[in-house]
């Protein structure tokens, strides 16, 4: 694997191995994560990245988002290439739960064709940044919003963005949009699909579930403060005062039915997600762990070791 070289400004597809001195820098929480697998093996989940390049027009960069945003996530390229690194270092897949890129340009987009490269084979879920035109342009984003940039933005990813299956040493782990807060039309149905083969199953996606303790971290007792959470319970998305957020976060009934769902799936065994900027880690349901990392624009990551 190869590790990321791009300066703010550097070309966005030039990799090479020099990542090994900023891999010191990784701030790893480990857990072990018992899922029945055949083989122990040990992965590193990132998520939230947020590089942000600026397209190259005519030999000069042409700024757009990139100049405002890369303020806001300074370190991205240098956390993503220690991230990196970290992962070779320990002979460890990579598992990347959404936001690699902070809004579609052709240059951060060429960090999403290279992920194959990079991951070792390694595992992405799209997070909402994933299909971002312009950081705080105020547009509504939904299906609508997402359609204007989804077939360019899947394909540079390998993996379908929408619902993926990757079976690694007996364990399924099922990648799915959940990005907006709902869950899209046919991802039930292709989970079922998966459920059907009878393994143990690791959800990897965006956005954390709604749990108590989850919920309670995020508002910190404020019922006023939006959670930020995919299915939330109607009458706690009725006390959030933003209007917008209230809109944007209440969950549909397919969405309440497929949280419900998967609450009840013995064979669910963890899951995987982001999107908080910080980590917590809480039962989604009993006995399975829901692992919500922090921002790898941090230098966060979790180090987990599946048996």
Known sequence: MAALAAGALAPAGA???DGAALSSKMKVKRYSVPVGASAPFTALHISDTHISLADIVDGRPHPRNAEARAKCFPHANDAFKAALAYAREHDE????????????NERNLDIARAWTRVSRGGIIAAGNHEYCQTVGDGRTEDEAYKAESRARVQAAYPDNLLFE??????????SFDNIYYYVPAGVPE????EAARGLPMVLCCHVPFYTPEIYEAVTRGDVTRAPYLCGTPDE?????????????????????????RLRGEKLVKAVLCGHLHWPHVSDFAPGVPQYCVGANFKYEAFELAFC
């Open 165 to 174: 299956s990757r079976i690694v040493n007996g364990v399924n782990f099922v």
């Open 93 to 104: 897949t990579v598992i990347h739960t959404g936001d690699l890129i902070d809004y579609v």
């Open 190 to 193: 292709m989970f079922e699909v």
């Open 236 to 260: 706690i998305v009725d006390q959030v005062k933003d209007k917008y957020r209230r809109r944007q976060q209440r969950a549909d009934a397919r969405t309440h039915e497929f949280v419900a």
């Open 15 to 17: 990799f090479a191995d």
